[in-house]
Every structure is written in C-alpha cells, then in structure tokens.
C-alpha cells in the first residue's frame, strides 16, 4: 500500500491549518468537528488550493512542494475525489457522469468497462444508469460521484463526508456498500468525516483534526477515546461498532453472531433487523447505552447480557469511559459512565462484570433494503 | 423590399458571425480569468453600448480614411471597405459586441467552477475542461448571447450610415430604408419596412428569451 505524506499550511478565514499526517493504511479516516478544516485540507491534496504551503508525496513520487515551487496539476495526480456535494456533471446523464475518467482509466492501462461493472454492482447503479442526474435523490447522487471517482482508474480516492445529511435508512443502505468498496479495492483510501460511525465502520486508522491542528493519529477505537478527541466527538456520541452476521430472525427481532470467525460464539440480539438470515452487518451500539452490573443481574427486560473484565478505565471530564472485554470473545466494548460511577461500583481493571444492553439500542446496518432510495 | 430584408439580414448574419468568437473569448476571459487590466478591459469591450453609435460610426471612419491605421495611405493599398455592406458588416459587429460578451461572461459565470475542477481530477486538461464541462454548461447562454448580439445588429443604424453610408441597392439596410423613407414622406412605404422590422425582431427575441429562460436548468 502505497503512502501518502501531507505536510500543510493553509490560512483558512478563521485560523490558519497546519497539519502533518502520513496516511499509511487502505483506509484512513480525517475526523474532526465542522470547521475543523477537513475538506480543505482534501482539497489541497487534490491541487485545488493554489495559497497552501508544504509538502504532499504519495509514496516517492512529490506532488507540491512549496520549497522547491513544485506543483503537479491536478489532472496529472491521479486522485479520485468525492466532494461532499457529489458534483455530478448536470448536463450527462448518470451512465456519461460514470464514464466520465474512462480515458484516463484507460492511460493508465486499466481496461474501464470490467471495473465499471463492479462498481454498478457494488453502488446498485443498475437501474439509475438513464437517469438524468438532476432527478437523482442525495444519496444516488452520492453513489454515482463515488462510482465516478472509480472509474477513473485513481491511485487513490479521497471521500468528503460520505454519509452527511443522508438520513438514516439511506445511511443503512450505503454503509455496508461502502465497506464493500472499501474492501474490495486496491485503491488507499481518505475518508474525511465528522461522525465517529462512518470512521469506525470504514477506517483501519484514523487522524483527528481540530481548529487545523491534529491532535491525534492511530486506530479509530484509540484515537476516538483520547481525551482530545473524545470530546469531539460527544455531538453525535461515540458508539461501539461491530461487524456480525445475522442468525435468524423473528418478526423485526433478530439474532446477530458478532466477534468474526474466532469470536467463540457471541450473540446479540437486536431490533429492528431488516436483513436475512446470513447477511453481513454492521451494529452500532451506542457507548451510553450500555450498563454494567457488577453481579448478574434477574428478571431484566433487556435482551442482551454479556459477561466481560474490565480492561481500562479512563476519566472524560464529566464521564468515565470504560473498556470492557466479553468474556465469550471478541472485541473490547467501550461503555460511558458517569465520572463518579466507576468509584461508586468499585470497578478496576480485571474484574468481572455484566454488560447490559436492549435489543433497541442497536441500530443494525445492511441487509436487504429496507426503503427505496429517494 | 425583400432586397432591403435580404441585405439587412445578410448583413446581421456575417456580423455576427464574425463577432462571435472573439465576443465569447472575451466573456470567457473576463468571467474566469484575474489579470491586471481586467475592469479596463471590461469598460473597453462595454463602450459601444454607452457611446453615441455616430461616435463608434466617426471612430471606425478614422480608423479606415485613407490617412487613418488601416487606410489606403497608410497600407499601401485599399483594402476596400468603406460605403460597401463590409462597412455595415463592420459597423454591426462592433455594436454588438459588448451585448454579446456580457451575456457571454454571465453564462460563464453561473457555471459552477468546482464542476471545473471535478472534470480535472477525472483527468482533463483545460482544454479538455472547457470542451466538455464549461462549454456545454454556458450553451444556451452563449447562443442567447449571439442571438442577441444578432438582433442588435438587425437595427443598427448610426454607426452603419456613416461608415457605410445610405446606398440604395448597395447599403441600405432596414434601418436606413426606414429613415430615407420617413425623410421622403413615404410614410406607407415607412410603416411596410416597420412592419417587416418587428416580425424579425420579436422572432429573434423571442427565442433569444427562449434560450436564457433554460439556462442553468440543469444545475
């Protein structure tokens, strides 16, 4: 996997960004709030804003570098770009908009039309491919500029934002064909996002940008518990996330093996659950929505109840962030406390607790779908 | 009559014909490009539509006397355009220019420059980003423009009885005809060529209107 280095100074209206980041995994997250200077620093990479200063390298190969008055014109970088507001050209129609980069699919020695295919496939694009892109909803119109960027044979793809202001049963829908596209590609990926979901669902690692300065760097689940970036975060609440296969279903409830093929066996049991038996999803469990009991508890109504240790604990201002490990396997669960609870229970690392969670705490992504788009 | 409506329209034509390019290089210049000079610029091509159309008549005159820039004393040979329809040809295009670049400009402008800059990370040079992303996006706005440029042309008259004088036959466009009749009292002959004037100038308009109402549909 090839490295991007990015050494930047960019004067922005209310502060001047200078961030450092060297973005080594397939996918690696920029998080911050809005207003962090996220998009600005994409656009940089891209060649779009001529006033930065710094240096940016994929891999040996410089593409600015201010010292040396060296600047390689966007068109020649090689990078697909995936604004925020899509960006569709108005005047194609959604199969011309995919095309768009073929010719430079086809420079770089990539025959187009089997890696379009994937992507209509991948992006479910079948069926918009005559549309006009100005009749397409928010989220086709996400799908194709995603589509679009990959038809272009990039060396690599920058995404802005790619699940904002979709509404959540979009979100269901274009999440998991998300991770499938970031699995599945080759192509090092940087994701800029301001939702702690979309960087746990889709990045191996994560850098956290606040006011142009990073203040954080390494994999999502450590850099979104530091206590710089925690806070950051707290607007749209930090949650657990999980990737697990669904058992079986009855009505909308449904029982979901999470942990991976080593997990040893752990079940959630979730609702609603739009996906069949054997789909793969993602679950997010919230981090204030899950208590702990010190000793098992009886006669509870919530449907989840898993045996863990406790890992670390670690104060947050106000709260307590807790990590714990289930018992049966599988990655550590992150539960917030209030600063005061974790003394009060006397919680320390080893021991062993009780996770408690409802069904309806667990927003299950994937699946079939569950609305039509639009 | 219909060699008057012929002439006149020939001579619109060409006129625009002739004005369009460097008329919508001009908007595209001044819609995209910052350079030092670029209000001066902007005035200059905008002038004809303030001065007198006899001032731009007597400045193009001087240009082409036989002791001005481009005249027989000053070449060596007479390149032969003064009191032809070259002259109305002339005189047409240069009031229709700053109408036609400024309605070029405006079409430039509402095209969104981040669709530009899509088209370059998809790989298009700038030439290739004009071809495909801005011209097609300014379309209608650019016709709109020359369609409006062409009609500005139809009727131009100060500019055109000067350097090209009033010629039956030879020079006389709808606008001069109306203007030897009224002077002559043909006032039937005045209202037929009125007449003849306000279809094609409605037409003309009427899809120039056409044009600009979609523009931007798309966005």
Known sequence: MKNLHVDLELPLDRFTLRTEFVATASVTGLFGPSGAGKTSVLETIVGLRPEASGRIAF????????????????????????????????????????????????????????????????????????????TLSGGERRRVAIGRALGSA?????????????????????????????????????????????????????????????????????????PRVFPLAESSGLANVLAGRVIDTVGDIGRI????????????????VAAAAGADVLIELPVNQILIAV?????????????????TIEPRGALALVTAEPTGGGEPLIVELTEATPAELDLAPGRAIHLVFKATSCRVYGGRDPEPDG | MLPVLVLTLRVAALATLGVAVPAVAFGYLLARRRFPGHRVLS????????????????LLLRLLASKGPLGRETLGFDIGVLLTWKAAVLAAAVMSLPLVARTARVAFEAVDPRLEAM??????????????????????????????????????????????????????????????????????????LIAVALVTGFLAILVAELLSDRQGGGR
């Open chain 2, 43 to 58: 005035a200059l091509v905008g002038l004809p539509l303030v001065l007198p159309p006899t001032a731009v008549g007597f």
């Open chain 1, 257 to 272: 093996a999470v942990g991976g093929a080593g997990g040893g066996g752990l079940e959630i049991v979730a609702s609603p």
């Open chain 2, 119 to 192: 088209g370059r990370t998809l790989g298009y040079g700038p030439v290739e980003t004009f071809r495909r992303i801005t011209l097609p996006l300014a379309a209608r706005g650019l016709a709109a423009g020359v369609l409006l440029g062409f009609t500005r042309a139809l009727g131009e008259f100060g500019a055109t009885v000067i350097v090209a004088g009033n010629i039956p036959g030879r020079t006389r466009t709808l606008a001069s005809a109306i203007f030897s009749a009224q002077q002559a009292g043909a006032s039937g002959r005045a209202d037929a």
């Open chain 1, 295 to 311: 000793e098992r508890p009886n006669g509870l109504s919530a449907r989840n109840l898993w045996p863990a240790v406790v890992r």
């Open chain 1, 59 to 134: 891999d040996d190969e410089v593409w600015f570098d201010s010292k040396r008055s060296l600047r390689v014109r966007t068109e020649d970088r090689g990078i697909g770009y995936v604004p925020q507001d899509s960006l569709l050209f108005p005047h194609w129609d959604v199969r011309a908009n995919l095309l768009a980069g073929s010719r430079r699919s086809i420079e770089a020695g990539v025959d187009p039309a089997p890696v379009l295919a994937g992507v209509i496939d991948a992006l479910e694009l079948t069926s918009l491919l005559e549309r006009s892109v100005t």
């Open chain 1, 154 to 226: 990039p060396r690599m793809l920058l995404l802005d934002e790619p699940l904002a202001s979709l509404d959540l049963p979009l979100r269901r829908r274009l999440l998991p064909m998300l991770r499938r596209v970031c699995t599945e590609l080759t192509v090092p990926m940087l994701l800029v996002s301001h939702e702690p979901l979309e960087i746990q669902a889709l990045c191996d690692e994560v850098v956290a940008l606040d006011r142009g300065r990073t203040l954080a760097q390494g994999p999502p689940a450590t850099v979104l518990t530091d």
